[in-house]
């Protein structure tokens, strides 16, 4: 998914010298995915890097993130083996005429050099005098799918619209790497994505799924052709895939939670019968116990059937048992550090110290040495990374690091410059006109965005008065009189007037008077 505001026939396509060029910070402040192993950090959507704790950045300056049209949905590193996937997203008018959001499939991009350089992998199957090829998406004639001794009747997806590459994981000691894509389901590559083989899933109503069953169903995720009442295909659509350290492959679907323990071959299904709190399953991950085996987390959202909830799931037997926890919690991300579990979730970062037995809230992550630079309220936690006491967290508000455990935090947001001079060149200069002051966002949401910051720049130190003003050029709003010192500033209003009410929609201009000149602005408020 993608929020918050943004800067920015060949199978494979050979890398370029250098793909790795500096940048002022982060690409976009809605942060979906990290990957963090001490002291490298990665940051999705815009495969921005940091070496030294955020001190200095850098972002893949790749053809297909070009203009940063494409976005990194998912996002998986062992040591310098890379892999993202990558996608789309658009909005068009549905069938029954109501606006949809659609999240498509963009390829894959590799790097064997720790992200120095990159090749792109095209989702499309590859060309070549067989019709019944596959990719991350099918030929048209691939409506037949091999398991077992039996072929099994399946839809070939074609287009790239739902199927995104939700989820990629790569097995280092197997060099398998795993991709689940909603639609497309969850595919396989062992040879760096030349060629892709379809993985079979259980129906939803089937326990487990082997080969030597001879078990015939079809192997659809959209009920073509089939009764609504007969069609079990929610299993299907992967969102979630991951390889854990004892070698079994565990895949999150609409459907529910599945593990196989011979790369893909058979499959145990669990679901809410199991002890799931949902049957759709965003996210998974493992966390190590030295001397035991792993401990899967995944997070579970409401599915198909009756009585699901939001919340997250614990299994520390391979499946045999399953633990609840954060009922109600619609989260997306989980970490660990040693026996403390971290959760991402729309309402707060939570935090685990005795292995997810009970978990406390974290919401306040304001920057100690930088107070002016203020959280909007109502923010979510898309993505967490941790390891020695380091905690690094993604929102749709910035990247914010911790170096205790949670205690204190610093922020790290998308600086746009005032002016287009000195831009990294991943950045495409017509998305920065030279201006005096911007706001963002803008058009601004008081309910959906909470806070619109205005952003200036001043020549020394000098006294600062902010005011809005309607339309009629009354004032509604003193936001801010003080003193600053020189540079870029940065000072926030939450849509309402000097009396706390939330003004109306429209157009309202602002002015920023000091001693560097008067600047000029407008926002326009819409809900």
Known sequence: MRWGLSLIALLVIPARAQDLVSTSGILDNSVTNLYFSAPTLWVGPYLNVTRDGGATWQAAQIDSLHGLTNSAYSLDIAQDVLWAGLGHQYSRIGAGGQRETINEVRGLLHSTNGGKTWRYVSHLPPNDADPYTTGLLDHPEDTLVAYGNRMLRTLAITVSAQSPPWDIDYDEQSQTLWVAGQLSGIRKS?????????????????RYLAPELNYSFPFMVQPVGIPQDQFHGLNFQAFAV?????????????????RSDDQGERWHHYSTVDGLSGDWVISIEEQPRPGQSPAIWATTWPGAGEGQHYGVAVTRDTGKTFVRALHGERCYDFAFDGPIVYVACDNALYQSWDNGETFIAIRDFRDANDPARTIRPGFRVFSVEAEANTVWVGTDDGLYRSMDRGHTWRVFRTLVPLSPEGLPSVIPADRVPAVDTYAYPNPFSPVEDRLVRIRYALASASHVTIRVFDFGMNLVRTVFQGDQPGGDQEVSWDGADDFGVRLANGTYFYVVESGSGTFRGKILILE
């Not at 062992?190 to 259980?202: A, I």
């Not at 991951?242 to 599945?258: F, H, I, M, P, R």
């Open 242 to 258: 991951l390889a854990d350290e004892t070698g079994s492959v565990w895949a999150g679907t609409a459907g529910g939670l599945n």
């Open 190 to 206: 062992t040879d760096d994505g030349f060629s892709w083989q379809r993985v079979v899933l259980p129906p939803d109503t089937s």
